[in-house]
């Protein structure tokens, strides 16, 4: 049983941060993918970053050199820190967890909205 958990979001100015967290319970090994993907009103969930169990991290076009997304495997936490955050950031933001295998596990979402 894996549950993944995310919290963090909230109501942000045009260009302040919000930092998105993502914890993973239960019965996950070391080896796993963790992606933030975002989801606007009335379209398609996208991914916006990805870490891997090494720490090797991807990113949209559209927030390189403004998000930053880290990980703790300790705590098994995943972090999105978002800087100079925009309208266009505004989304439910899920965190899925991905083992080795293959298999994934969806967060329930965590609002975050981008407006003056």
């Known amino acids: 049983q894996v549950q993944v958990v995310e919290s963090g979001g909230g109501l942000v100015h045009p260009g302040g941060p919000l930092r998105l967290s993502c914890a993973v319970y239960?019965?996950?090994?070391?080896?796993?993918?963790t992606g933030w993907h975002r989801e606007a009103q009335g379209k398609e969930r996208e991914l916006v970053a990805t870490?891997?169990?090494?720490?090797?991290?991807g990113y949209a076009d559209a927030v390189k050199g403004r998000f930053t997304i880290t990980r703790d495997n300790v705590s098994k936490t995943v972090y999105l820190q978002m800087n100079n955050l925009n309208a266009k950031n505004t989304g439910v933001y899920y965190c899925?967890?991905?083992?080795?295998?293959?298999?994934?596990?969806w967060g329930q979402g965590t609002q975050v909205t981008v407006a003056s």
């Open positions: 239960g019965n996950i090994d070391s080896i796993w993918t």
């Open positions: 899925n967890a991905v083992k080795a295998t293959g298999r994934g596990y």
């Open positions: 870490i891997t169990e090494r720490g090797n991290t």
